[in-house]
């Protein structure tokens, strides 16, 4: 990776898709620590162990923390994302139309997302601050009227909107998918202050007869992390090569090749998915947490969109499994994976082109999807299992979720720095 970006650096074109990526981010870091006027972020200090606010907070790249201009992230442009997706499979006539235009269809949808996403971002603001303040306690919100509601949900509307810009724009003129760089920021910017948090809790403010107990403990889990890490770049990379042959053969072109299919085909965005979809019911309950808060129906639902109960930790997990399968699908349409080889003139050994391909295709792209998103609903729900059975910090619970959304930006951000390596030299060897 390191050798990979000292090479992109002595390129002119990709050294400043580097260069305006870092800005991006450091611009969205800077607004992050801006806190929107007309509430009291100490009174946050009392939704530390808040799950809601813990999930929010992880989406946002770790802007919910501080109330910030960006608290709410990029959360409601990947619920209006999905929305706008679901929409797609024969359920909005326009939308299915506009999905088969091509760019031109794609530039539509991408517009009917955005108007979405202001409308998402409006609610979600609104019903946030009003259950913060119901949660954190009285003073969160300094003058709790419809005057200051109305602010709030305007200027953390607003920061959504502009990040959400800031996220096009590197995916766009920068390096890795705009979106994901943003919450893969957050996470690495959390880095340092929870070492030294784990630090002081672990050997400084403890007795001296504890702390050799507690220097294993340490050990132990620099070891784990290392293993985590190792297994899940592993397995993203993993991927299951099928043969192709070729029935018109180009002068020393070889005769036959390979299609490969990743076991993770639809890499982190499940687990984004599914923790900023799990996010936004919260938010709506957060609006009638005063007045229905002690109603069973209330407490049935709230317990249900909370990770990190019982039920709510099988919904969490059922969520990853299943954008996990519909993601897939979307990265690698079997219809067009086989409509695209039988105009090469290629073909799977044993397998007819066209319907059969598909089939044949559909039929692996599932049993690979069950298996990918068995690993990513693993290693998403073990640290909350955790948390609980060793009474370990609440954000632990999140430890597998930030993990995944982090070795896999990393991932996916080297092959795309890569990828522009190798555009370079192919082109260089043609202009020779």
């Known amino acids: 990776m390191f050798k990979l970006l000292k090479d992109g650096m002595k390129v002119k074109d990709i050294r400043h898709r580097i260069f305006f990526t870092l800005f991006i981010l450091f611009a969205f870091r800077f607004g992050a620590h801006i806190t929107v006027p007309g509430v009291d972020i100490k009174a946050l200090a009392n939704l530390s162990d808040n799950p809601l606010f813990n999930m929010i907070n992880t989406v946002s790249g770790s802007a919910m923390e501080n109330f910030s201009l960006f608290a709410l992230g990029v959360s409601p442009y990947i619920t209006s994302s999905i929305i706008i997706q679901l929409l797609q499979m024969d359920i909005v006539p326009k939308f299915v139309e506009w999905s088969k235009q091509g760019e031109v269809g794609r530039r539509k949808l991408n517009q009917a997302t955005r108007y979405l996403t202001l409308v998402m971002a409006f609610l979600q603001s609104i019903m946030i601050t009003a259950g913060f303040n119901q949660f954190a306690g009285v003073g969160f919100v300094k003058t709790p009227d419809a005057k200051t509601y109305m602010m709030v949900g305007i200027i953390l509307t607003a920061g959504t909107m502009l990040v959400t810009w800031m996220g096009e724009q590197i995916t766009d003129k920068g390096i890795g998918n705009g979106v994901s760089m943003i919450i893969f920021a957050g996470i690495i910017s959390r880095i340092p202050k929870g070492i030294v948090s784990l630090i002081e809790d672990r050997l400084i403010n403890i007795k001296p007869e504890d702390r050799m ?185 999140l430890g597998g979720t930030s993990l995944l959304i982090a070795v896999g930006v990393a991932l996916e951000t080297a092959k795309q720095l890569e990828g522009l390596m190798m555009k370079r030299q192919y082109t260089g060897f043609i202009v020779e």
């Open 213 to 397: 107990m507690n220097i294993l403990f340490l050990v132990l889990l620099v070891v784990a992390i290392l293993a985590i890490v190792t297994f899940v770049t592993y397995f993203n990379q993993a991927e299951r090569k099928i043969p192709i042959q070729y029935t018109k053969r180009v002068a020393g072109a070889p005769q036959s090749s390979y299609l490969p299919l990743k076991v993770n085909a639809a890499g982190v965005i499940p687990v984004i998915f599914a923790s900023s979809l799990l996010a936004t019911p919260n938010a709506i309950m957060q609006l009638f947490s005063a007045t229905k808060g002690s109603a069973t129906w209330f407490k049935v639902v709230q317990h249900m969109f909370d990770y990190s109960t019982l039920g709510g930790g099988i919904f969490y997990t059922l969520l990853i499994v299943g954008f996990t399968f519909f993601y897939a699908f979307v990265q690698v349409n079997p219809e067009k994976v086989a409509e695209n080889l039988q105009k090469q003139g290629s073909y799977i050994p044993s397998v007819r082109p066209g319907a059969s391909t598909e089939n044949y295709i559909s039929s692996l792209l599932m049993r690979l999807s069950a298996v990918g998103s068995l690993f990513l609903a693993a290693v998403a729900i073990l640290p909350v299992i955790a948390q609980k059975l060793w009474d370990l910090p609440t954000a632990i619970g």
